[in-house]
């Protein structure tokens, strides 16, 4: 169950960008924590228990512009720390023949 006192401090972090109503149907809208997820280049990232303003009438998720910018830094930091390494400078091989062999 979601504590109260958690949303409460949420509410306060946002300052003040809680919409009135769901803009798809104009039901009430209430704040709760959620699960994002994106699936990207066969990728899933989540991202659990943030906070969202959902819509009790159609059910429609609204995430605030801060909490999806973090979900995308996150994205974009796996990313970066899954990258495969490098390849390997290869670099040419000579011959060399050594004196007094034959």
Do not use: S
Request: hydrophobic letters at 30%; a negative charge; proline letters at 10%.
């Amino acid at each position: 169950m979601t504590n109260d006192k958690d949303l409460d401090k949420y509410k306060e972090l946002l300052g003040g960008e809680a919409p009135e109503e769901c803009q798809a149907c104009g039901g009430p809208l209430n704040l709760e924590k959620v699960n994002l997820e994106d699936y990207q280049g066969g990728k899933l990232y989540m991202m659990e228990k943030v906070p969202a303003y959902v819509c009790q009438n159609c059910g429609e998720v609204w995430v605030p512009e801060p909490i999806m910018q973090e979900f995308e830094k996150m994205i974009e930091t796996a990313k970066e720390h899954h990258k495969p390494p490098p390849e390997p400078v290869k670099h040419p091989v000579r011959k060399i023949k050594a004196k007094g062999r034959k």
